[in-house]
C-alpha cells in the first residue's frame, strides 16, 4: 500500500484546511485510515481515523473541530480541519491499518505516507 498525503499549508488561527490521502497498491477488505501528527522533539500522536464501515475516532484536541470522512471508490481518507489553533502546527502523516484473521489470529499491517506540514499562524 503506497499513501501520498496532501492539503497542507499555511493558514490563520481560526481557519481551515483540507488535508487528503490517496492510497494505492494492495488493499485490504478490513482496513483503517487515519491520520497522525508530529512536532519537531515529541511523539508522533492520533488525531483521528476511519475504518472501513465508517467508525470513527477522535483524538480529544481536535473533537468538535476536525471531521474525517473517506470516499472508498476513490480509496481516499480527508480531513477537513476547522477552528485551527497555533498548536494543530505539525507534520500531518497518513495512516492505512490492514486486517487479515487467519487461523483465528489477527493479522495487522500498517502502512504511512510521507507527511504533509500544516503551520497555524497569524
Known amino acids: 500500500v503506497q499513501l501520498q498525503a496532501s492539503g497542507g499549508g499555511l493558514v490563520q488561527p481560526g481557519g481551515s484546511l483540507r488535508l487528503s490521502c490517496v492510497a494505492s497498491?494492495?488493499?485490504?477488505?478490513?482496513?483503517?485510515m487515519g491520520w497522525y501528527r508530529q512536532t519537531p522533539g515529541k511523539q508522533r500522536e492520533f488525531v483521528a481515523m476511519?475504518?472501513?464501515?465508517?467508525?470513527?475516532l477522535y483524538a480529544d484536541s481536535v473533537k468538535g473541530r476536525f471531521t474525517i470522512s473517506r470516499d472508498n471508490a476513490k480509496n481516499t481518507v480527508y480531513l477537513q480541519m476547522s477552528s485551527l489553533k497555533p498548536e494543530d502546527t505539525a507534520v500531518y502523516y497518513c495512516?492505512?491499518?490492514?486486517?487479515?484473521?487467519?487461523?483465528?489470529?489477527?493479522?495487522?499491517?500498517?502502512?504511512w505516507g510521507s507527511g504533509t506540514q500544516v503551520t497555524v499562524s497569524s
Open positions: 476511519m475504518s472501513s464501515v465508517s467508525d470513527t
Open positions: 497498491g494492495s488493499s485490504f477488505k478490513i482496513n483503517t
Open positions: 495512516k492505512y491499518s490492514g486486517y487479515v484473521v487467519e487461523n483465528g489470529i489477527q493479522n495487522e499491517s500498517n502502512y
